[in-house]
Every structure is written in structure tokens, then in C-alpha cells.
């Protein structure tokens, strides 16, 4: 939290502090100026947040001193996934980033903000001036310019400038289209234009005559509801409907049909879709109550589905999707042979930080242990809460990491002291590691395996990470 200085209220501390002795006059004076407060200046309340993503100490100070003579509130990040940490706790409208940074690079780094927060707006420093940055679609569009090491001043704040420009124009026709429904209509036939033209008034419509061009725009954008009809060029019977809810399971489906047939629209709304209606009675007031209703239905749907799938309090995969993921990544690891691994981990010092300051606080501890260790994986491990204190993650694709180094990547950030409040509080975790097929080769002897690992790392005296041993540890 910032206060807002004027210069009658810096006097009046200031001078008080000096008189009881606490403070000298001149570290009043360097305190004063290096924050700006004094005169009329901007407080830290007005100025633009900025984060700085850079692996270098020297460049951060450099960023730092620039930013004292500008009216930009800069908050700073060491690396990719300290990055993600700051902006999965804090909106950030502009993040200037280093390209080359061990760990989560500078392009990985946007293209995971984009998806956590798509309005955010980059500006690339980079020691590589002539580095020809790559095409990629998610970003492109969202990095607002590219400067050189050691930049100029002049250069920098008109980055920045153009930088939040550019984020407030997006976030006020963001605001605009919000108020719309998104709706992607498929249909080759005439009656699309007036099926387009009646849902106008409530809803921004794309129109694809072909199943498959449909699919691709589903896959590329996020619609609130599919309008769709059965018989399409490229598709027949249901087709329309099972493909499009495999393209985007959390899309309401609306069928229209001119076919009125009871069990075709029973067999429909068990494939997925939300509503069936007959375009011989379809008028525009039922089309869109049809339309809004699916949408309400669909939410709720996904609702329960992530209640059913995933932990209320942390947002992570409850124990039951854990064990889908893992059967699917062991058949996957035998099919083409690349392994997976099950690390199970077990907080050390949780008990007692849930005895003595109380479960909100407590809660709030396992809600950070569960983002450290999401921003920590690889975006395709699994990251799972079993209950309690305990948690999991499943490593897939060994052969582009040791299984052994990302469970210890994740283990030494656990280690790391959070902040609550005014609280510091560190928990530390035990970790149990079994690889697929050495340990075991099915989901339960596995999962046993994986266990047994984390009670012996306790047994050697927690906060460390014990590798199952076939033949050594019996599980």
C-alpha cells in the first residue's frame, strides 16, 4: 500500500524524526528526493505499474535509476518465473522483458502472460538489436516495440508510452465487445443471414459455411455459444456437434435443425449440446432466449465439472483427474516410449503455521504453495492437490528433462520464505519421486511407489526428496 506525499506532510515527518534524533538531515533529503516526494510531483499512487523481467542485477539498477525521473511505478522480476508469480497475483499492464534468461525465456514469458492476462502489453530489451524475432500469432500483436541494450532514455519512455496506449485502447474495446455475446454460426444454407441478423442485437456473430472451418476458428477463439445446423457440406447426423465440443468442451452448444425428430434431439443434448430447436418454429425471440439460456446452462455445467475435477481452494486437479491424466501419459510413455514420472510432496511445517495463525491464513499458504508450483513445471506436468498438505505433480516427457531436477526445482521454491501480510513464513516439503517403467508400470503401483518415496525423504529428516529404488524400497 502507498501514501500519497505532499510536501507539508514530508516536512512534518521529516522534522520530527530529525528533532527525536531518529533520522539525519541529509538521509531525510536523499530518502525524499529518490522517491519523488517533493513539489508537486506524481505520487507512486498515480503513476503506471511497469514490470521489468531481467536475470542481470546491473540492468534491473540501470531500469531502476531510469524509472526514478519518469511516471512509471516499476516492479521487478529476476526471471521468467518470478514473472509469473507478480502477475498471477497482480494486474500489470505493461511487462518489459529480457529475451535470453535462463529458465522461462523472454518469448515463453509472453506467451504464457498472454494467457494468464491477454491485454497485457510487452516491450523486448535485448542485447541482440538485430535478433529477428520469430512470427508467433499469440504475441505478435501484443508486443508494442523492441529496443536496443543499452537504450536511450528518450527510447525507453516512448516505448513505455506507446506501451500503455496501446493497453488502454485494448482494455476499452474490450470493455465494449464484453457486453456482447460471442456467437460462431455454422450454416451453408440462405437462412444464416437471418439467423445472423436476429441474434445481432446481442451478440458478435462469425459466420463458416464448413464444419471444418468452423473448427478452426473454435480452436483459435474463445465463442459463448455454437449455432449450428446438421446437414453441412462437409458433415452429417451429429458430427457438427461431437467435434465442435471436442474442439472447445467449454462452449454452449445450440443445434437448429429441420428435421423435428424427439430422439435425434435427445441423442443431441447426450452428445453435448445444450438446446435442439426446429427452424420451422425457430423465430427470432426464441433463437435468442435459446441462445442466452444455453450460455447460462453451459456455465453451470462447467461449474460442476470443475467441482468434480479440481480443488475449490487452490484451483489445481483434485486426486480423481490426477489419476485420469496418469493413465493416459502411461499408456502415451508406452506407446512411444519417452517415460513420465509421479512426484508426490508432503508441506513440513504446515501444521503448525494453521495452529498458531489459523486456517485463513493457513488457506492463503496453500493457495501460494499451489501457484509457486504451477509457475514452476513445464506448462504440460500436471500439478494436483490430494487433500491437506499433500500434493502432487505428474512429469511428462523425460526426455527433454530430468525428472529428478524438476522435482528439485520445485522443492527448492517451496523452500523460499512467503509473505503474508505482515508475516514471513517458510513450510518447506518432503518429495517423493517415481519414475515410469523403473518403479512400477501401473497407476496404482506407481502411485504406491511414489508414496513410499515421500515418507522416506520425511524419515531422513524432511524438506528433501527421496528417489524410489526398486529393490532397495518396498512399496
Keep these: 500500500m502507498y501514501f500519497v506525499w505532499s510536501p507539508s506532510l514530508v516536512a512534518v515527518v521529516a522534522s520530527r524524526r530529525i528533532l527525536s534524533g531518529e533520522l539525519s538531515f541529509a538521509r531525510v533529503k536523499k530518502v ?140 476499452g474495446e474490450a470493455q465494449q465487445q464484453s457486453n456482447k455475446l460471442s456467437v460462431l454460426l455454422i450454416d451453408d444454407k440462405k437462412s444464416s443471414h437471418r439467423l445472423g441478423e436476429a441474434l445481432s442485437s446481442i451478440a458478435n456473430v462469425q459466420l463458416c459455411n464448413r464444419l471444418e472451418i468452423a473448427l478452426i476458428h473454435l480452436r483459435e477463439t474463445s465463442f459463448d455459444v455454437v449455432l449450428t445446423k446438421l446437414s453441412l457440406p462437409d458433415a452429417r447426423g451429429l458430427d457438427a456437434v461431437t467435434r465442435a465440443q471436442r474442439a472447445r468442451p467449454e462452449t454452449a452448444i445450440v443445434v437448429a435443425s429441420d428435421i423435428e425428430d424427439d430422439d435425434m434431439a435427445v441423442q443431441a443434448l447426450r452428445f453435448g449440446a445444450q438446446d435442439y430447436l426446429h427452424s420451422r418454429t425457430l423465430t427470432p425471440e426464441v433463437l435468442l432466449r435459446a441462445v442466452l439460456f444455453a450460455k447460462e446452462r453451459k456455465k453451470v455445467e462447467c461449474r460442476l465439472t470443475e467441482l468434480a475435477h479440481y480443488d475449490g481452494l487452490t484451483g489445481l486437479a483434485n486426486r480423481m483427474t490426477l489419476r485420469d491424466r496418469l493413465g493416459v501419459c502411461l499408456a502415451k510413455s508406452r506407446r512411444y516410449n519417452e517415460g513420465c514420472a509421479l512426484l508426490y510432496i508432503d508441506l513440513d511445517f504446515f501444521k503448525p503455521i494453521n495452529d498458531t495463525h489459523g486456517h485463513e491464513v493457513g488457506d492463503v499458504v496453500l493457495q501460494q504453495v499451489a501457484m509457486r508450483m504451477r509457475v514452476t513445471v513445464r506448462e504440460y506436468d500436471t500439478v494436483a492437490r490430494l487433500g491437506g498438505d499433500e500434493f502432487a505433480v505428474l512429469i511428462e516427457d523425460l526426455q527433454k528433462d530430468r525428472p529428478e531436477e524438476v522435482a528439485e526445482r520445485v522443492l527448492r521454491r517451496l523452500r523460499l520464505p512467503m509473505m503474508i501480510g505482515d508475516l514471513e513464513l517458510r513450510v518447506g516439503a518432503s518429495g517423493g519421486l517415481a519414475v515410469f517403467p523403473h518403479a512400477a508400470e501401473t497407476i496404482d503401483a506407481l502411485v504406491r511407489c511414489a508414496d513410499k518415496a515421500m515418507y522416506s525423504a520425511k524419515a531422513k529428516g524432511r524438506n528433501c526428496l527421496h528417489v524410489f529404488r526398486p529393490g532397495l524400497d518396498q512399496a
Design 32 to 171: 525524499v528526493f529518490q522517491n519523488g516526494w517533493v513539489g508537486v510531483g506524481r505520487s507512486k499512487v498515480d503513476k503506471k505499474k511497469t514490470l521489468f523481467v531481467d536475470d542481470e542485477p546491473k540492468i534491473r539498477k540501470a531500469f531502476s535509476r531510469t524509472m526514478r525521473r519518469s511516471d512509471y511505478d516499476a516492479v521487478f522480476a529476476e526471471g521468467g518465473e518470478r514473472a509469473l508469480e507478480i502477475l498471477a497475483e497482480q494486474e500489470i499492464p505493461v511487462v518489459v522483458t529480457d529475451l535470453r534468461m535462463p529458465g522461462i525465456d523472454g518469448l515463453t514469458l509472453m506467451v504464457r502472460v498472454r494467457a494468464l492476462r491477454p491485454e497485457t502489453v510487452f516491450v523486448v530489451v535485448t542485447g541482440a538489436p538485430d535478433l529477428d524475432l520469430k512470427a508467433d500469432d499469440r504475441i505478435d500483436d501484443a508486443i508494442a516495440s523492441v529496443i536496443a541494450k543499452p537504450w536511450e532514455d528518450s527510447e525507453l519512455f516512448d516505448s513505455l508510452k506507446l506501451a500503455h496506449e496501446l493497453h488502454e485502447k485494448r482494455r
